[in-house]
């Protein structure tokens, strides 16, 4: 992918990352150490029983990180569909005897549109996963 549009699409993803991570997982990091600490202060509890404890706080936070990152994956695998389709039309232009220069230009002009359209998408990805969030935090 051409690198500018690479650029554009690691940035929009970046600062949605920073937004989710600061809004949503921030809290749940909070409230997971603040349960953490109370399963600790439990003077009767066995060492098994702490641990379980312990891990019933910290499954929220989990299933928050392992939703960012499969919603993550699949866009990015998407927008890779995308661009791989660009890179087998312009194989076939080459193959159809098309001149290299304007298979260049048809090719940046795909991969262009494929990010244009995958920018897009983030805004809803976004809210989506801000919503599944709250619903893990409740």
């Known amino acids: 992918m051409a690198e500018l549009q690479q650029l554009r699409v690691q940035e929009a993803v970046d600062s949605m990352v920073k937004s989710l991570e600061r809004e949503n997982i921030r ?6 150490f603040r349960c953490s600490a109370s399963c600790c202060e439990d003077s009767q509890a066995s060492m098994q029983q702490v641990h379980q404890c312990i891990e019933r706080c910290h499954a929220p936070l989990a299933q928050a990180q392992a939703l960012v990152t499969t919603e993550l994956e699949k866009f990015q695998d998407r927008l890779a569909r995308c661009t791989m389709h660009c890179n087998d039309k312009a194989k076939d232009s080459i193959d159809a005897g098309s001149k290299e220069p304007q298979v260049k230009q048809q090719l940046e002009s795909c991969v262009t549109k494929c990010v244009d359209d995958h920018m897009h998408l983030i805004p809803t990805m976004t809210r989506k996963m801000k ?3 709250l619903s893990i935090g409740k």
């Open 131 to 133: 919503e599944s969030l």
């Open 27 to 32: 809290k749940m990091q909070g409230l997971m």
